[in-house]
């Protein structure tokens, strides 16, 4: 069995496992979606572990051996998983992998974005000095967005801030939310008494511009938001409109729409801009390309495998 390794850098060594042969990265770099086509259709593989690129859906014509797309990481908007499915393609991914890093970066941009800490450096080093009051924690009422696993992180690691907590999910995880005393509200509600909000929703048809020109326009004090999640799930326009006329309120972005990213948020003093990178620790990394090893050895090899998502 033969696996192309398409992640620059990858930062494992490459296993040596009988009956599979492994080729990493050849192009020395993030390759494009026609890199990973062409030698996808001249390397006869069976298996390919992938990032972000876009996987084209002509391959499944052009590389008739391939059988599973193992993404490191958890997001597959690269990848249509029903299109290459219906081909005999299986598409896999890391979802424990990146969990804690993830829930560090929102901590940190929550932090961050309360106490104003880049535009406060801007201004030192500026020579300027200006200072204002801001949010403590303890203070205030964070609402997690989507209680999977890393919005269950990211409550547990608030806990020693003291702050209130409400939650926003479409399937309430009522078991642990009381074990840990934490409530389930409707988006409105949250909308309305979160004085953070930060996002950890899948983008899909139902999430698409989950906060939008209605939803900004029906905040009545002035709010952090943290979007670590994915770039549509926050429409870019309304957010700018919004960070326009509410100066003290902050967004802190690490994912957009289109990356890199070169839009109007750019210009706003009151903006946290990250080119995504809640995953990129030694530590997540490492444990996502293992998963996404023993994934498609596990695919190839008949075996059962935990981690094959069956729709986008």
Known sequence: MKILIAIYPFLMEIPKIEGFEFINNPWGRKPSADELERELESGKYNGL????TEIKKTIVKKA??????????VGVNNIDIEFFKRHGVLTTNTPSGPT??????????????????TSYNNMVKNKKWDRKLGLSLADATVGIVGFGRIGKRVAVLLKGFGCNIVLNDVKPDLTVSQAIDRKFVSKKELLKKSDIITLHIPLNENTVDWLSFNELEKLKKPVVIVNTA???????????????N?????YC???YTKEPYDGKLIGLENVLLTPHVST?????RRKMEQIAIENCIKVLS???????VEKN
Not at 64 to 73: A, D, H, Q
Not at 102 to 110: D, F, G, K, P, R
Not at 280 to 284: A, F, I, K, R, Y
């Open 302 to 308: 008949g075996e059962q495998c935990k981690n094959i």
């Open 230 to 244: 994915r770039g549509g799930i926050v429409n870019e326009q309304a957010i700018y409109n919004y960070l326009k």
């Open 64 to 73: 008739g051996s391939l059988k599973v797309i193992s993404r490191v990481g």
């Open 246 to 250: 509410n100066s003290d309120s902050y």
């Open 49 to 52: 572990i992938v990032g972000t």
């Open 280 to 284: 990129c620790t030694l530590g997540s």
């Open 100 to 117: 804690n890093s993830t829930a560090e970066m929102a901590v940190a941009l929550i932090l961050s974005g309360i106490r104003r800490l």
């Open 253 to 255: 972005c690490d994912v």
